[in-house]
């Protein structure tokens, strides 16, 4: 069993950037990687996933440009850099780990993290 952990959330205004990490308790290098993220009264929607290797990626359109997904498989991390946030950002987000690739959905991920609150604002 993997457990993950995520922090870095917190209030930003709009413009501004936040930088979120994802512990996990064991080794996740044979895993892909995502971030997911669920606002208020909306669906869970992917944000961006890593593979295994670190060389391919996969970013939603609302973020593609702006965020950037990273791994590090020795640390067992995974983070996600988040520029230019826009109000419509403001969501929990999630670290999850699995067997699936760049567009596996959601219920194809094995382990979830409970989430950090992002909330941009001015």
């Known amino acids: 069993q993997v457990q993950l952990v995520e922090s870095g959330g917190g209030l930003v205004q709009p413009g501004g950037s936040l930088n979120l990490s994802c512990a996990a308790s064991?080794?996740?290098?044979?895993?892909?990687l995502a971030w997911f993220r669920q606002a208020p009264e909306s669906e869970r929607e992917v944000v961006a996933v890593?593979?295994?290797?670190?060389?391919?990626?996969f970013y939603s359109g609302s973020v593609r440009g702006r965020f950037t997904i990273s791994r590090d498989n020795e640390k067992h991390m995974a983070y996600l850099e988040m520029n230019n946030l826009k109000f419509e950002d403001t969501a929990i987000y999630y670290c999850?780990?699995?067997?699936?690739?760049?567009?596996?959905?959601?219920?194809?991920?094995?382990?979830w993290g409970q989430g950090t609150q992002v909330t941009v604002s001015s």
């Open positions: 999850a780990a699995g067997d699936g690739g760049l567009r596996a959905p959601s219920r194809e991920y094995r382990f």
């Open positions: 890593i593979k295994s290797s670190g060389l391919s990626r």
């Open positions: 064991a080794d996740v290098s044979q895993y892909t």
